[in-house]
């Protein structure tokens, strides 16, 4: 059959026309990859630790919630303790961004394998030392470059002892962990500890007084979370807050004061729609009722026991509790040489 019977030619020509236009349109543009494929590096780990900044980013928080409790103990004053971004940093990026004097502590956290950087910027040393002998927290100018001063050194001692106990329960519910003390540098550049090619994830807090403000930061090999990534992303670890006696105590008195529903059903029976509009008054229909009652509450099977009268009350002794619901269908499944009982409407 031909073509000419359904179309004429100039309707012929037009669907031409339209199908040479998206062919033409749908072409690809000889400019579109003109700067070719972007390279990706297979082997990077961008992507690896992404994936753990959220594990981090929980543990950060525990460490500053600690530290702030523990600075309050140290110096007797109310410090404002705040919580920094983990950012993904290069080590030169981070050694060349750091003032002169700091202290750059190497720190060891078995049983993760490889060193750690804990580091307290000059600020908050001369903060802290200050504000512990009743100062304001003011910053001492010095006209050259000096070394931490024996009392200085000291206060950095307890500092790392402060962060090291934090860390250990910050990371407690995730990993235990054990901090030690490996080496210290007043310069940045001279620690050779760590693989300058490792890329670094670096969280900060920062500890502000009336008049100056310091920071402390903690830098992470990605070498180092590495053994343990698995564990971080599938850890299902929650903070668990200080239980208080006195909310539980309100809690359980709240609980048992809630008023809840309870009933006991003898025995049911199904009937069709057509049934059911055909009783009449004296109609007799046979059901078994099982010996024994279960007791719901908020339609949770709870108790089994006997049914009966007490005191002129309609009433259930309780037997034995039920842990679950297939212990419930045991316990309410009616034995098969139980005689039926006539219910007479």
């Given at each position: ?37 972007m ?77 750690a ?28 470059v ?23 329960e ?35 807090v ?18 180092i ?12 670890c ?22 809840v ?19 009449r ?8 009722i ?14 089994s ?7 002129g009350?309609n ?31």
């Open positions: 059959m031909s073509t000419d019977q359904f179309l004429t030619r100039d309707e012929r020509d037009a669907l031409i026309e339209v199908v040479s236009k998206k062919s033409r349109g749908s072409s690809v543009n000889p400019g579109a990859f003109k700067e070719g494929a390279p990706y590096d297979l082997a990077g780990q961008d992507y690896a630790i992404n994936s753990l900044l959220p594990v981090l980013d929980t543990i950060h928080e525990r460490f500053a919630h600690r530290l702030r409790i523990g600075l309050f103990e140290l110096v007797r004053r109310d410090l404002i303790v705040t919580v920094g971004s983990i950012e993904k940093r290069g080590y030169t990026d981070l050694t060349t961004s750091l003032s002169v004097p700091c202290s750059v502590n190497v720190i060891g956290m078995n049983p993760l394998i490889g060193p950087l804990l580091i307290f910027d000059l600020e908050l040393i001369f903060m802290i030392v200050d504000a512990f002998f009743g100062g304001t927290g003011r910053l001492y100018k010095s006209p050259s000096r070394d931490f001063t024996t009392i200085e050194t000291r206060f950095i001692q307890r500092l790392l002892k402060l962060c090291f106990d934090c860390l250990e910050a990371w407690e519910p995730f990993t235990t962990l054990k901090c030690c003390h490996i080496d210290s540098e007043n310069k940045p550049q001279f620690i050779t500890s760590l693989n300058p090619n490792d890329p670094l994830t670096v969280s900060s920062h500890v502000s007084c009336e008049n100056i403000a310091g920071a402390l930061h903690l830098a992470l090999p990605y070498s979370l590495e053994p343990i990534r698995e564990t971080l992303l599938s850890s299902t929650k903070e668990h807050p200080n239980p208080s006696k006195q909310l539980t105590e309100r809690l359980r008195e709240g609980v048992q004061e809630s008023q529903e309870v009933r006991c059903s003898l025995a049911g029976f199904e009937l069709n729609l057509s049934d059911l509009l055909a009783l008054v004296g109609d007799i229909i046979p059901v078994n099982p010996p024994t009652a279960v007791l719901r509450v908020e339609e949770v099977p709870v108790y026991g006997y049914y009966g009268i007490a005191q009350w009433a259930i002794k309780i037997e034995q509790p039920l842990g679950s619901p297939s212990e419930w269908v045991k316990h309410a499944t009616p034995p098969q040489d139980f005689e039926p009982f006539a219910t007479t409407f």
